[in-house]
């Protein structure tokens, strides 16, 4: 099925990691043209940018106000404008922390890179939204912010709110200036990427997370990606927003295999 997305612009931050790339690719596949963001992964992003047709690269500290606004004015600038934007950028601290023991630095560290910067990614998409007319958000969340996730309270409870307060808000907000406009969101469970490869490569961790997947396998980053399409698309989910898609194999919080 035709998504029509060929010839939109799509932004996707945090391409140089394992979901964002993906995303990338998906969106040029449908024949997206691509603004790749990264912040630190100059060479991962290019060499993203390098499989993809005409695709432009980005650099932002998306927790910085003025570096999010040049993002936004360099991507209008290299495009025309911004027809689709994917939020995937943010940060998975890997070391558990029960709260008791977490300190402040850590947890204002995390909530301002994963809740504030999709906050500041979401406000500038929304403005390019208000002088287009038009325009479709996907942001992406986790499981972590569904079911929580003992160790990382700090990272739950930012992604928790990228995918209650900020979603249901946004998607409020966006039509009063862009009817038909739409702001959607994807939780991941486990998935296979840079981010979490080191923690995954421990099979005693796999199986314990697997044990609560009715489909027990951690994803991949293709898998995440396609379903951000899918809402990404008003030919797809044209009468679809506010919504949340769990993208993890039928998680639930709770033990699902004995062994």
């Known amino acids: 099925m035709d998504a029509g997305l060929a010839g939109k612009r799509a932004l996707v931050t945090g391409a140089s990691g394992g979901i964002g790339a993906a995303c990338a ?6 024949g997206c043209r691509v603004a790749v963001h990264y912040h630190r992964g100059r060479e991962r992003a290019e060499a993203v940018a390098a499989e993809l047709d005409d695709a432009v690269i980005v650099q932002a500290d998306l927790t910085l106000e003025d570096d ?3 993002l936004f004015t360099e991507v209008r600038d290299e495009l025309g404008g911004i027809d689709v934007c994917a939020a995937v950028a943010g940060v998975w601290p890997e070391e558990d922390v029960p709260a008791w023991e977490l300190s402040l630095d850590r947890w204002e560290t995390t909530v ?3 809740l504030t910067a999709t906050f500041l990614t979401a406000r500038g998409f ?12 996907v942001l992406v969340g986790s499981t972590a912010g569904v079911f929580g996730e003992a160790g990382h309270s700090d990272y739950a409870a930012a992604k928790s709110a990228i995918v209650s307060g900020l979603l249901l808000s946004l998607k409020n907000e966006v039509v009063r200036v862009a009817p038909g406009a739409r702001v ?26 697997t044990r609560t997947m009715a489909l027990r396998k951690a994803a991949e980053p293709e898998d995440i990606a396609r379903q951000v399409v899918v809402l990404a698309s008003d030919e797809l ?23």
């Open 112 to 114: 301002r890179s994963n």
């Open 184 to 209: 959607n969101a994807v939780c991941p469970g486990w998935t296979v990427s840079p981010m979490t490869r080191s923690t995954l490569e421990d099979p005693t961790v796999l199986d314990r997370a």
């Open 126 to 137: 929304l403005r390019e939204v208000e002088r287009q007319g038009h325009g479709s958000l």
């Open 25 to 30: 690719r998906a969106f040029a596949a449908e």
């Open 237 to 259: 989910a044209g009468h679809v927003t506010g919504q949340v898609v769990v993208v993890a194999g039928g998680m639930e919080g709770r033990l699902l295999h004995t062994s």
């Open 68 to 70: 999010v606004e040049r």
